[in-house]
T-cell receptor, first 114, second 115 residues
């Protein structure tokens, strides 16, 4: 079965530090991969997506993610954390090119320490 | 700016009540979705619709039904609310191209508490 695993339900970093949120997926076919962000009391919004073009994908707010097929990973990074980055982040995979088949990870809550 | 609007941000209902959650999108999207979000479980698909009057069950349809009479509106119905339906409900929409890749536009969510 297809699945998405986000390592760490809660990650805390200092302001200005590197942000690294981990995502591993299982898929028997080349997938579409996404990171969504959910700010407090809001819905999800797309941060970035991988659709089989460049393996390094740049998103909004300085975030980027690298697709590594050999490691079945799609980790999210940002060089320098900002207080406004505090949110919950969801990795998602779409293995069947169908929006109804998107599989979401369980989410990682990112906290930023002053 | 594109928008998915959920009519109620917070609702409190009693066990056994009928509950309607409304969702409207202004992007002329064919596809609309209802998800349930619970801590530690991510998002789980309840129902989706790919056209007016068309609907398909998602992963957890039990206890829910949906209605799509107009393209822009997708309603989630809890016929008889139960306490285990206390959750955050998220509506989303996508274009056909978005559906192929999985890019969704979400509403702000409706937090339902069933007492």
């Amino acid at each position: 079965a297809q699945s998405v695993t986000q390592l760490g339900s809660h990650v805390s970093v200092s302001e200005g530090a590197l942000v690294l949120l981990r995502c591993n997926y299982s898929s028997s076919v080349p997938p579409y991969l996404f990171w969504y962000v959910q700010y407090p009391n809001q819905g999800l919004q797309l941060l970035l997506k991988y659709t089989s073009a460049a393996t390094l994908v740049k998103g909004i707010n300085g975030f980027e993610a690298e697709f590594k097929k050999s490691e079945t990973s799609f980790h999210l990074t940002k060089p320098s954390a900002h207080m406004s980055d505090a949110a919950e982040y969801f990795c998602a995979v779409n293995p069947w090119s169908s929006a109804s088949k998107i599989i979401f990870g369980s989410g990682t809550r990112l906290s930023i320490r002053p | 700016d594109v928008k998915v609007t959920q009519s109620s941000r917070y609702l409190v209902k009693r066990t056994g009540e009928k509950v309607f959650l409304e969702c409207v999108q202004d992007m002329d999207h064919e596809n609309m979705f209802w998800y349930r979000q619970d801590p530690g479980l991510g998002l789980r698909l309840i129902y989706f619709s790919y056209d007016v009057k068309m609907k398909e069950k998602g992963d957890i349809p039990e206890g829910y039904s949906v209605s799509r009479e107009k393209k822009e509106r997708f309603s989630l119905i809890l016929e008889s609310a139960s306490t285990n339906q206390t959750s955050m409900y998220l509506c989303a929409s996508s274009s056909p191209d978005g559906a192929n890749t999985g890019e969704l536009f979400f509403g702000e969510g409706s937090r339902l508490t069933v007492l």
